[in-house]
């Protein structure tokens, strides 16, 4: 689950961490006021969304008077910023963070996140902040600077003391560098993140060392430990179909292409969305249905699939091995009249009694092909919507 900057920093205040002092409002009224609450000679006024590059976009700009930050609240509310993490169609502003401007000396990044192929969190910085760290990680890999983390120790501060002298951070910007280290740690660990990313991380010209902007991630697979996180939750962020998917337990994601896909498993959806591009289409979703493909969860996924304007034609690639294909097939058969179905429709079911579920599948009156194989499904669902 991914929260906002602005409820990022009141986390990071919770542990001690150093931010700026600022105020969110939905108003652009309230900016002359804010500004002049903080009383400092420049503020930065900064959209609030779910994405990174906001100030490339025009979703960051600085104020030198109560009136420039009135005028750029005005701006910025409202406006559907686009950045390279939004997609074409971007992302409405319903939010902005006003904060305290700084005279900054030197900014890096900072990340915590779990390296898979180690299995464990690794922490990260780099002297390259405010940039992209992807951009960093492609044309100059050597500047970022890793450590991994044994979980059951945390980070120790020896290694904290590492990071902050590979900055080049020295005397007082290095202790507080290293405190800062070590509670961002903290709250990796007691939060049950998947990310946290500061960038930049600034040292200033009155020897402060502050979070400048921070993005965290929570891990949904720990969210029943932390019953306050679902209160951070922003749907206006989320796609409404994969937040309507989120009722149902089924793990969606809306695509750009035209194929929807419904299958059982992660491993397979990501075959079928290969296939589907080999065949010559893309794929419009990933919608993995689970072990139960039973009447209510292919029922929604129907629902779900069908209400993406794009969808011209509707994939299922179902494996039966718990669940037996026949079970599916009567699901699938019953589902099919509980909605209108009014693209192409191709199954392809492989498994337990699969012979059993085409046949039932093929006398049923419905309208849908039935492929044997994985590549002859995708063909024959690629031709349908090409007609």
């Not at 986390?11 to 961490?17: D, M, R, T, V």
């Not at 890096?108 to 299995?119: A, K, N, P, V």
């Not at 065949?279 to 209510?296: H, I, T």
């Amino acid at each position: 689950m991914k929260i906002h900057e602005f409820q990022a920093k009141e986390i990071l205040k919770k542990y001690g961490l150093p931010v700026p002092k600022g105020f969110v409002t939905d108003k652009a009224a309230e900016a002359k006021d804010i500004h002049n609450k903080l009383g400092t000679s420049v503020t930065v006024v900064k959209a609030q969304i779910h994405a990174g590059g906001r100030g490339k976009g025009g979703g960051v700009k600085l104020a030198k008077s109560a009136e420039e930050a009135a005028s750029h609240a005005s701006a910025i509310l409202g406006m559907q910023l686009k950045t390279h993490q939004t997609g074409p169609e971007g992302q409405k502003v319903l939010r902005i963070l006003i904060e305290e401007g700084m005279q900054i000396t030197k900014e890096y990044y900072i990340g915590i996140t779990l390296d898979r192929r180690q299995g464990k969190p690794v922490f990260m910085v780099s002297t390259e902040g405010g940039m992209d760290i992807e951009e960093v990680a492609e044309k100059t890999p050597e500047k970022i600077i890793k450590e991994a983390i044994e979980p059951a120790l945390g980070l120790q501060r020896w290694q904290a003391s590492r990071l902050a002298f590979a900055l080049g951070l020295e005397g007082d910007y290095a202790k507080q560098a290293i405190k800062m280290f070590l509670g961002l740690w903290q709250v990796y660990d007691n939060e049950d993140c998947s990310l946290i990313e500061i960038n930049p991380l600034v040292t200033t010209a009155d020897g402060r060392v502050l979070a400048l902007d921070c993005k965290i991630n929570f891990d949904d697979n720990a969210a029943y430990r932390h019953p306050d996180h679902a209160e951070l939750r922003d749907l206006t962020e989320e796609d409404p179909l994969e937040v309507e998917a989120s009722k149902y337990n089924l793990n969606y994601v809306r695509l750009d292409g035209s194929v929807g896909c419904m299958v059982n498993g992660a491993g397979l959806a990501m075959a079928t969305m290969d296939i589907i591009k080999h065949a010559g289409a893309e794929p419009a979703n990933f919608l993995d249905v689970g072990g139960g493909a039973n009447v209510e969860t292919v029922t929604n996924g129907f629902k779900i699939i069908l209400s993406d304007p794009n969808v011209k034609g509707i994939f299922v690639n179902i494996f039966g091995g718990i669940v037996r294909c026949d079970r599916i097939a009567n699901g699938i058969i019953e589902a099919a009249k509980n909605v209108t179905i009014h693209v192409p429709l191709v199954v392809r079911l492989a498994g337990t009694n699969a012979e059993e579920a085409r046949k039932l599948l093929l006398t049923s009156g419905l309208k849908l092909e039935v492929a044997e194989t994985l590549k002859e499904g995708a063909e024959k669902i690629v031709a349908a919507i090409k007609k």
